[in-house]
């Protein structure tokens, strides 16, 4: 079964500290997705990949840097977190095919005081 | 790009009722639809997709309704039941957006006894 992983599960970073959440995927998806939810705005898209050592910016992608070691690894990476990234970030990975869903990992719950 | 609206944010219905949500997308090129579930504190799941030549789609205990002129999208969960309250998000894929999806804002529902 398709599977995504991501960890920490939650975590509590201070404000200037840096952040990295970790996803991984065994679904053999060239793509992979990292989004961040915020009461009443859905999810909204921080970076993407569609190849390993490549990614792409999303739709909210400044205070946030992406990497792609692997096609199984995707990681985020907040250099300096900041009050205003507390939200639950979740990965998701999915087939390169118009038709393709997008299989999601349980989520990371970061909290930055 | 690509911009979609849902509503309502949140409904509440009595069991056995019908809860109704809709999604309206700006891109005339949007091509796959989905429809997630998220339970609280959990991940999303995907209820179901849908091609833009489908119009009428039945899962258990839903359906999902497609209205290319309007470019609208419906679920309507009929007889709901204490185990629908979740949180349902509609993603739309148009070609100029590749494989991203844009989601809406999400509804929050509530089923009563």
């Known amino acids: 079964e398709a599977a995504v992983t991501q960890s920490p599960r939650s975590k509590v970073a201070v404000t200037g500290g840096k952040v990295t959440l970790s996803c991984h995927q065994t679904?053999?998806?060239?793509?992979m997705y990292w989004y961040r939810q915020d009461t009443g705005h859905g999810l909204r898209l921080i970076h993407y990949?569609?190849?390993?050592?490549?990614?792409e910016k999303g739709d909210i992608p400044d205070g946030y840097k992406a990497s792609r070691p692997s096609q199984e690894n995707f990681s985020l990476i907040l250099e300096l977190a900041s009050l205003s990234q507390t939200a639950v970030y979740f990965c998701?990975?999915?087939?390169?095919?118009?038709?393709?869903?997008?299989?999601f990992g349980p989520g990371t719950r970061l909290t930055v005081l | 790009g690509e911009q979609v609206e849902q509503r309502p944010p949140h409904l509440s219905v009595r069991e056995g009722d019908s809860a109704f949500i809709t999604c309206t997308y700006t891109?005339?090129?949007?091509?796959?639809f989905f429809w997630y579930k998220q339970e609280p504190g959990a991940s999303l799941q995907l209820l179901m997709k849908?091609?833009?030549?489908?119009e009428i789609n039945e899962g258990q205990g839903f359906t999902v309704l497609l209205n290319k002129k309007d470019k609208r999208l419906s679920l309507n969960l009929t007889a709901a039941h204490p185990g629908d309250s979740a949180a349902y998000f509609c993603?739309?894929?148009?070609?100029?957006?590749?494989?991203?999806?844009?989601f809406g804002q999400g509804t929050i529902l509530k089923v009563y006894l």
């Open positions: 998701a990975s999915s087939g390169d095919r118009g038709y393709a869903e997008q299989f």
């Open positions: 679904n053999n998806h060239d793509y």
């Open positions: 990949s569609y190849v390993a050592d490549s990614t």
């Open positions: 891109d005339p090129n949007s091509y796959y």
């Open positions: 849908v091609f833009s030549s489908t």
């Open positions: 993603a739309v894929r148009a070609t100029s957006s590749g494989q991203k999806l844009v």
